[in-house]
């Protein structure tokens, strides 16, 4: 992230009483909120993946002047962990993390004047798609970037996905599947293949997209509640989630991408595009997961074009 570019940071206090102790977001502002452009107000993927690896979003800023909002969902990063939550489901729902970006939303003023862009990667997709779904006052745009709108659907694509491996990886994951074996060396040697094809293609993987991948060993929490034990074993809470369903209450502008070799393919991606309202559609030819990394130029100038109200 360039250090030239006008960095501020803060935390503030999350009031959720089911947490059993004082919570913290933490967020850090790229421009100034006061220049009379809507801002971007940056979702990581995850749950827990935490900021660092959405930082080619900062070329909107250095390009078009729109300032960006980054924080740590709660539970990663340098908000408040909560790893005595694993595997509560009561505790990690959509509508923890809905009512963590409402708070930081109101404390950063962004509801009236020029209000303010959403964009949401991966995990980050589903929940600004859920959020956007609310209408929330002062929400002008929104840009969900490989966040499928259905995870049946997310599941059944990657059938086609995992059985176009190599035979002896494909032979792996199914072993390892059957005998629930997440850890082993073996289990992550074969997932590293689904990997390095449909989550990100770049070798070695950027310094911020490791950063991803560290804060979520450092405190899988909420993603194994969530989740589960991989990108492409889902059997936590959200398994059954479909998004579109209410898709059709998204008022603003939306833009929709993922990567010809995205984990998040087409099919869990199209049912957004077909119930959202005033919706556009780009998928990047080179790119898996990480586009803004992979095709970073002209996931760039797509996003900037869009935010612009200008065709990229």
């Avoid at 967020?27 to 940056?42: E, H, M, N, S």
């Avoid at 996905?161 to 990886?169: K, R």
């Avoid at 629930?180 to 770049?202: I, Q, T």
């Avoid at 556009?280 to 992979?294: D, I, P, R």
Wanted: with cysteine; net charge negative.
């Amino acid at each position: 992230m360039a250090s030239s570019f006008p960095v501020s940071e803060g935390e503030v206090a999350f009031d959720e009483p089911s947490a059993g102790k004082p919570c913290k977001t933490w967020y850090k502002v790229i421009g100034d909120l006061k220049c009379g452009t809507p801002p971007l107000v940056a979702l990581h993927g995850g749950p827990g993946a935490g900021h660092e690896y959405l930082a080619p979003l900062t070329d909107v800023y250095a390009q078009r002047g729109v300032p960006i909002v980054f924080y740590d969902q709660i539970g990663c990063g340098r908000s408040t962990h909560l790893r005595e939550k694993k595997g509560d489901t009561s505790f990690w729902t959509f509508e923890l993390y809905m009512r963590e970006l409402d708070n930081l939303i109101d404390h950063l003023q962004l509801r009236d004047g020029p209000g303010f862009f959403l964009f949401g990667q991966s995990w980050g997709g589903m929940l600004g798609g859920a959020y956007a779904a609310r209408r929330p006052r002062g929400l002008r745009k929104l840009v969900i970037a490989g966040g499928p709108a259905s995870i049946p659907l997310l599941v059944k694509g990657y059938e086609g996905l995992i059985a176009a491996l190599p035979p002896d990886v494909r032979s792996t994951l199914e072993e390892c599947n059957k005998r629930g074996d997440y850890e082993s060396e073996e289990f992550e040697k074969a997932a590293s293949v689904f990997y390095s094809r449909h989550v990100c293609r770049l070798d070695p993987h950027p310094e911020e997209v490791q950063c991803a991948f560290k804060n979520l060993k450092d405190d899988p929490t909420a993603y194994l509640t969530l989740q589960g034990p991989s990108e492409f074993i889902i059997i936590g809470s959200f398994k059954d989630w479909e998004g579109y369903h209410d898709a059709h209450n998204i008022e603003v502008e939306t833009l929709l991408l993922n990567g010809r070799y995205d984990e998040a393919h087409d099919l869990c991606i199209e049912p957004w595009f077909r119930t959202i309202p005033k919706v556009k559609w780009v998928t990047l030819e080179n790119s898996s997961h990480m586009g803004h990394f992979e095709e970073r130029e002209r996931f760039g100038q797509i996003l900037g074009s869009f935010l612009a109200g200008t065709a990229p």
